[in-house]
């Protein structure tokens, strides 16, 4: 299945060359990573789909369409300007990165934690929780630590 | 006038009117200092609505026009007294296309930074002028640069220094004294990392960036700067990379999210 900078890279590409929806493929990490820049407001939309389009009425995954299932995004810009200049990783699988509550705080208030820089106003990290894939804010209000995914800004 | 409202405000008003130079109506124009009956003394106790002194009219004693032409017994002086306005180099003779009055014009921050020879090959030969890098600002979020090239070093920086102010553009700032997050800008061979810092910090930073954050007004700041340190594209780079802000209003606006500082509300220096 595939990894978060697949899902980092496409979104990127996407916004670079302007396009008005992309699709990647459906799965259930990419879903929660999606849905999470959703809610903070880096993309339009996110819709279950085809290989050729978006759903246009409910469509259950089945053995047989499985293959062809993808997630559409349909991607925000304003001024001209995309919403969403870089999607980096952050834990890779060479060198995984879990933060502990306290961690996660001092990446917010400005301080650096395990050689990950601290995030800057208006940057978003999403993090892998026993919770659920959460924002790195959402993560500290539940009081749970996990495995830093990547950052965007 | 100001003698006449502080007079309004005394309570012996009723006793400079006594003293009003009724009497003096025939000599309009004159108001000498009087005494009213307490033995109080008005320097122009006499200034009422109609005692007005007509400025356009010209009166024989008060005004002096032309003392004593050609009375005294010194010879007249063969060189005029003033230079002629075409050699004066220092004054801003140059009308610079800005909106800032002359006298806002004088006020500004003004710093050349970068003052070199520079050479041309011609056929003729090598011909050398004097180039010159000038930052004008105003402390509050006015800045610009301009280049001049010159055979002279002043006239150079005198074209710089005009080109820099019909250059001026706002740059925003994050409480008035620093940036609002902390900038990464490339521009040629030259990499800069700017990094907003709390109030009392200080602009620590490259000596060309400290200048250009004076002239901003730009207090608290840390920097570095690394590949080239060549100064006229650090001065660039730096102009570039306040220019290209993200704000964070608009990221908001962007996103549809409200933006609430809570950093200046409990640690702002207001």
């Known amino acids: 299945m595939p990894r978060v900078y697949d899902l980092c890279a496409r979104i990127q590409n996407g916004f670079r060359s302007r396009l008005q929806t992309i699709a990647i493929p459906e799965t259930k990490m990419n879903l929660a990573i999606c849905s999470v820049l959703y809610r903070e407001g880096f993309l339009s939309s996110v819709t279950r789909g085809n290989h050729v389009g978006p759903d246009a009425q409910y469509t259950p995954t089945t053995n047989e369409n499985v293959a062809t299932r993808r997630l559409w995004l349909s991607l925000k810009y304003k001024d001209n300007m995309p919403t969403l200049n870089q999607l980096s990783v952050i834990s890779k699988p060479s060198k995984k990165v879990t933060f502990s509550v306290n961690e996660l705080k001092s990446i917010t208030s400005g301080r650096r934690a395990k050689f990950i820089k601290p995030l800057q106003p208006g940057e978003i990290a999403v993090v892998n929780t026993n919770r659920g894939v959460l924002e790195l804010q959402e993560a500290i209000k539940k009081n749970v630590g996990g495995e830093m995914l990547c950052r965007a800004s | 006038m100001l003698a006449f409202q502080r007079l309004l405000a005394r309570p012996l008003g009723a006793a400079a009117s006594k003293t009003s130079p009724a009497a003096y109506a025939c000599c309009a124009t004159r108001l000498y200092a009087t005494t009213d009956s307490n033995g109080a003394r008005f320097r122009q106790a006499g200034l009422t609505k109609e005692n007005v002194p007509r400025l356009d009219k010209v009166d024989s004693i008060l005004d002096f026009t032309e003392l004593s032409k050609g009375k005294t017994l010194d010879q007249p002086k063969l060189f005029p007294a003033h230079r002629p306005t075409e050699a ?183």
Request: proline share 4%; with cysteine.
């Open chain 2, 88 to 270: 004066v180099m220092n004054t801003v003779t140059e009308i610079v296309d800005t909106p800032l009055t002359t006298a806002e014009q004088a006020r500004l921050l003004k710093k050349t930074l970068v003052l070199k020879r520079v050479v041309n090959m011609n056929g003729k030969g090598k011909q050398p002028s004097m180039y010159a890098l000038v930052v004008v600002g105003n402390g509050k979020g006015l800045a610009g640069y301009g280049e001049g090239k010159d055979e002279e070093p002043s006239r150079a920086i005198f074209k710089a220094t005009n080109r820099a102010i019909k250059n001026l553009r706002f740059f925003d700032r994050y409480d008035d004294r620093t940036i609002s997050m902390d900038i990464e800008h490339k521009f040629h061979a030259t990499k800069l990392e700017l990094r907003s810092r709390p109030p009392g910090f200080g602009c620590r930073a490259n000596h060309y960036i400290h200048e250009i954050c004076r002239c901003i007004g730009i207090q608290d700041l840390s920097g570095k700067v690394r590949g080239s340190r060549k100064p006229m594209n650090v001065i660039k780079a730096t102009f570039e990379a306040f220019s290209n802000q993200k704000m964070p209003q608009d990221i908001a606006k962007m996103r549809g999210k409200k933006l609430a500082d809570v950093q200046s509300v409990y640690y702002g220096s207001h």
